[in-house]
């Protein structure tokens, strides 16, 4: 049997709390045996559209990222509304994003920034669901399950859940996000859960009193691996028993195993988030189209300095080895990288030296992905309260993400009823950057 779970336990301001699983059943008679579900999800694709050879890299700052302290510190504005932690300089003439991203900064040219993103809705649930999916649903700030697919959900649906020829699946999720799912797309649409000890279980690891067995296994697994071609097995097997070998003995299963990467890059990355957005550039590289990573903590209404200070050089480092190694790969017009949250913080700091929910202004950042990058877009207020110019809503963010994977932008899918329903609807792609 391969199991392959993850469990991801977070907490904000209104104590909502995910836990996430996922199981593969067993390989072979009995129950849902890998190839059947793949050939279950795989129904569900759209086997006949042409498929761009392109990702995105979602990271989520979950809580509620401050826009002022990350990419408009707003400097010109009074004291109370300015970034706490200063300012740097950018690769963009004339700009600057928050002090504490300098490494940033400097590959601020493979960046674009968006500084005049809202919405509406400033309850953590409420907020990452109209993120995420596109549209606001306000009974998500009391738990109510979510109603529309996440962009990775749609993907999935658009392309089919798996690489035909790796068998990599479409939409890999690092760790849980409320929205992230596929509401009425159902489930085989749903995100590869990689997080927990999904990378462990995807290595069939047996105890120790077991080891003899786990070497006869590996023996066999090579034997397969070493004859399957010769013999001409696999060009009789049905074709999502290939894509289960694939997925057990192959490229997709070694991308996950960041044991295989140069460890002079592993250490250029770093570890913890580092080793999560390495593990992402892998599995695109591998066929994956869509891969989210959920990093907290950013729900800070009192001492923001000393919360920004933990997190934003974490955020620097990982993200700059990022953009720098799909650059140096060549793969910057093939993997676009996506951070943002539920929402902004509160121009005014607080009287507990905190920034509180924002929804009228949060900022967006673009990396790679074959954008028009290195640019500022839109301008917020003078003391960072609501756009002053290019308003940028949600349904432009999906739209713009949809651009570069190539998904259609009338696409339609039925519903729990039956109703034909519109993916979007009335987003269109960031004008400046497409």
Request: proline fraction near 6%; include cysteine.
């Amino acid at each position: 049997m391969l199991d392959i779970c993850g469990t991801k336990t977070s907490r904000n301001c209104e104590g909502a709390s995910r836990r996430d699983f996922l199981k593969v059943g067993t390989l072979g008679l009995g129950g849902l045996a890998l190839p059947e579900l793949l050939r279950a999800r795989a129904q569900a694709g759209d086997s006949q559209r042409t498929v761009k050879d392109t990702s995105v890299v979602w990271l989520w700052l979950g809580g509620g990222p401050t826009h002022v302290e990350t990419f408009d510190p707003k400097m010109t504005a009074p004291v109370e509304y300015r970034s706490t932690v200063g300012e740097v300089s950018t690769r963009i003439p004339g700009e600057t994003i928050g002090g504490l991203f300098p490494q940033i900064a400097q590959l601020s040219n493979h960046f674009s920034f968006i500084r005049s993103f809202a919405h509406t809705n400033s309850g953590h649930g409420g907020g990452t669901h109209y993120v995420m999916t596109g549209y606001d649903y306000p009974p998500a700030d009391s738990n109510m399950p979510p109603i529309k697919p996440s962009f990775g959900s749609v993907l999935s649906r658009f392309r089919g859940p798996s690489h035909a020829q790796t068998g990599m699946p479409t939409y890999v999720r690092m760790n849980g996000i409320y929205g992230d799912g596929a509401a009425f797309l159902g489930t085989s649409n749903g995100p590869f859960d990689a997080g927990g000890e999904a990378n462990q279980n995807l290595k069939m690891q047996v105890t120790v009193d077991r080891v003899d067995d786990r070497r006869s296994l590996l023996k066999g697994l090579d034997r397969i691996n070493r004859t399957a071609d010769r013999s001409g097995m696999m060009r009789g097997l049905d074709s999502f028993e290939g894509q289960a070998f694939d997925l057990v003995l192959g490229r997709s299963k070694d991308a996950f195993d960041l044991n295989r990467e140069d460890p002079r890059v592993r250490a250029k990355y770093g570890p913890g988030l580092g080793e999560q957005l390495l593990l992402s550039r892998r599995l695109c590289e591998t066929g994956c189209g869509f891969v989210t990573i959920h990093h907290g903590g950013w729900d800070m209404h009192g001492n923001i300095v000393q919360g920004l200070n933990s997190l934003c050089p974490l955020i620097d480092h990982a993200v700059a080895a990022f953009v720098d190694d799909v650059a140096q790969r060549g793969l910057d017009k093939n993997i676009l990288l996506v951070i943002s949250g539920e929402f902004g913080r509160t121009p005014r700091v607080n009287p507990s030296a905190g920034r509180d929910h924002w929804a009228p202004l949060s900022t967006l950042a673009f990396a790679h992905g074959g954008l028009k990058n290195g640019q500022i877009v839109g301008e917020s207020s003078p003391k960072v309260e609501v756009p002053k110019s290019t308003p940028i809503g949600p349904q432009d963010l999906m739209a713009t993400i949809f651009n570069v994977l190539g998904i259609d932008l009338d696409l339609q899918y039925y519903d729990l009823a039956g109703r034909p329903t519109t993916m979007i609807n009335n987003g269109r792609p960031i004008r400046e950057l497409v």
